[in-house]
């Protein structure tokens, strides 16, 4: 398989994901979209680790994986913490900062 | 695995494409079903497909390590969390199928199709290359070869990380600690509550109320409805109406005899000398 196939299924999957993010509003599902998101970068970056036959692209996947679950774990936590205050896991309803 | 499949004979190449073309048809199905169904728990299923998927992609380009830790850390350890927070936020926790804000959905639509497009566009148009033979890039010198490039060239981005999973995890303990707003009961406190209540000891273990109704464990109250105690609030709260019943066995009985005149002389019989004895 060429790297374009992997290229191309990556851009699919990360459209994919930025759907999921604008259309759906539980906050959780919106979380696992962006982690699509980021699993479909990382596809890319395999892709072209390969393609080059160096492994910079693979250390590159390395720390998106790493940045990602910091993120992660921040992102449930602030949910967590949104759910125990206004009982609730949708994003139309944390609209206290809207004017 | 990467061994395998890196190998250059034509079983090899015929192998690596029929799975390539399943996994790929496979993880942008389950991408395209985590967008669509409903209940978040489903959603986390169908991300676990695509990341399983993709370990697989890693595994066929040469990238074992790679493969092993999406598996290990984002199948195994970061899903698992997502299922944590599902359950301590309600399992059943659905979207609302109603659009806020007006048009949204066409908008998105549109919008994710031009940009899909524009990616296209931009691929086809980038000179990428046939993959390069499998030389550095696989087998054992994969491990120690990204060792070798964290340790030199991306030693700063490394620590960086390091700095960034403590502020992480010193983040998710910041936001998810609450403030007592009472004081903690003490050992004393409870034991005063505890006799005040008038039930000393614990409450009895789960189905003892399915199998008994006795005066000194009683299911049901003496006017018939079944007692708070013996019902969990959880189970009325998520039934509703239609909560569990509990109907003892002299009372079907004395329907399908006689009617229900023996069922308060029944009660009214026992439950004295019940709370007499307790």
């Known amino acids: 398989m060429s790297p374009v196939h992997y290229v191309a299924l990556s851009a699919i999957l990360f459209v994919i994901g930025g759907v999921g993010v604008l259309v759906r509003r539980n906050a959780i599902v919106v979380f696992m979209c962006i982690e699509l998101m980021l699993n479909a970068c990382n596809l890319a970056f395999v892709a072209f680790a390969n393609m080059h036959g160096n492994l910079d692209g693979q250390v590159i996947a390395f720390f998106v994986m790493v940045v990602a679950a910091a993120e992660v774990v921040v992102g449930l936590a602030i949910l967590m913490a949104i759910y125990r205050a206004r009982r609730s896991a949708s994003v139309d309803d944390a609209n206290l900062l809207k004017w | ?278």
């Open chain 2, 1 to 278: 695995m990467s061994h395998v499949l890196a190998a250059g004979t034509d079983t090899d190449a015929i192998a690596r494409e029929s799975i390539f073309w399943i996994l790929a048809v496979g993880s942008v199905g389950a991408a395209l079903a985590m967008i669509l169904v409903r209940r978040a728990v489903h959603c986390a299923i169908m991300l676990a497909v695509v990341m399983l998927s993709l370990a697989t992609f890693y595994a066929m380009q040469g990238a074992p390590f790679l493969a092993f830790v999406q598996i290990i850390v984002y199948t195994g350890a970061v899903l698992m969390l997502f299922l944590f927070v599902l359950m301590l936020i309600g399992i059943s926790s659905e979207d609302s199928i109603v659009e806020t804000i007006k048009g949204q959905r066409m908008a998105a639509g549109l919008a994710a199709i031009g940009f899909f497009v524009i990616l296209i566009l931009g691929i086809g148009h980038a000179a990428l290359g046939p993959a390069t033979p499998p030389s550095v890039a696989s087998g054992n010198s994969n491990l120690t070869g990204l060792a070798t490039l964290i340790f030199t060239r991306y030693v700063f981005p490394f620590e960086a990380t390091g700095a960034l999973l403590i502020t992480a995890a010193l983040g998710a303990m910041v936001l998810a600690h609450r403030e007592r707003t009472s004081p903690k009961p003490t050992q004393r406190e409870l034991a005063a509550r505890r006799l005040a209540s008038g039930h000393m000891a614990p409450d009895p273990a789960p189905g003892v109320y399915a199998l008994h109704d006795a005066a000194d464990m009683p299911a049901l109250l003496p006017d018939g409805s079944s007692s708070d105690a013996s019902v969990s609030t959880a189970l009325s709260q998520r039934a509703g109406a239609d909560a569990p019943q509990f109907v003892r066995p002299e009372e079907r009985i004395a329907i399908t005899a006689e009617g229900d005149e023996l069922v308060p002389d029944d009660v009214s019989s026992v439950t004295p000398s019940g709370r007499a004895d307790s």
